[in-house]
């Protein structure tokens, strides 16, 4: 079964440090699909990124990056400069690919709490 | 804005009454999908449809329901309700539905509370 441990449970920064939340995942399908998630305070899920697992180039977004490590199973963001409106709960989410019956679903992790101080 | 659009957005009701909620997905998507976000459990993957068939079921309970509908749309059904199904219902939606690893994009909730 697919597994997503995101061990940092809230981390507080204060504004214009960078931060790294860390995403831990366990799946048996050699194809599968990796996402991040931010829920705002007002409780709406934002789709990041979503990254293949065939493709192991790490991705940089504006203030965003992402490191993407199939040997150790993690797929780490990394916000530079944080900001106040960066607080909020960040998802890491999994999503095997089946063959044949066409479905998939996502499974998260527990989410990590992120406070910028001003 | 994602797309996705859930109706209503909050609602209150007492135990033992029954709940709607609705769902239009992104225009074009054929998925949906529905999702339960609680305290205790977290999100929890409850349901999907793809262009009008069920295609994959997670821990929904048996008083709850869901269809999609000709026009795509979609609605969970929430019946018997319980205290402990006080929670966060996402719908979200994508393009198709396999293997294709397609973003999945949320609507913005519907905060149902049981009193």
């Known amino acids: 079964a697919q597994k997503v441990t995101q061990a940092q449970t809230e981390i507080s920064v204060v504004e214009k440090e960078d931060v790294t939340l860390d995403c831990v995942y366990e799946t048996r399908d050699t194809t599968y699909y990796l996402f991040w998630y931010k829920q705002p305070p007002s409780g709406e899920l934002v789709f990041l990124i979503r990254r293949n697992s065939f493709d192991e180039q790490n991705e940089i977004s504006g203030r965003y990056s992402w490191n993407f490590q199939k040997s150790t199973s993690s797929f780490n963001f990394t916000i530079t400069a944080s900001q106040v409106v960066d607080s909020a709960v960040y998802f890491c989410a999994l999503s095997e690919a089946y063959s044949g019956a066409g479905s998939y679903q996502l499974t998260f992790g527990k989410g990590t709490k992120l406070s910028v101080i001003p | 804005d994602s797309g996705v659009t859930q109706t209503p957005k909050h609602l209150i009701t007492a135990t033992g009454q029954r709940v709607t909620l609705r769902c239009s997905p992104r225009s074009g998507d054929l998925s949906v999908y529905w999702y339960q976000q609680s305290l205790d459990q977290g999100l929890q993957f409850l349901i999907q449809y793809y262009n009008g068939e069920e295609r994959a079921k997670g821990n929904i309970l048996e008083r709850f329901s869901a269809q999609q509908f000709p026009d795509l749309h979609s609605e969970l059904n929430l019946s018997s309700l319980e205290l402990g199904d006080s929670a966060l219902y996402f719908c979200?939606?994508?393009?198709?539905?396999?293997?294709?690893?397609?973003?999945?994009?949320f609507g913005e909730g519907s905060w149902l509370t049981v009193v």
């Open positions: 979200a939606s994508s393009l198709g539905t396999g293997g294709s690893g397609n973003t999945i994009y």
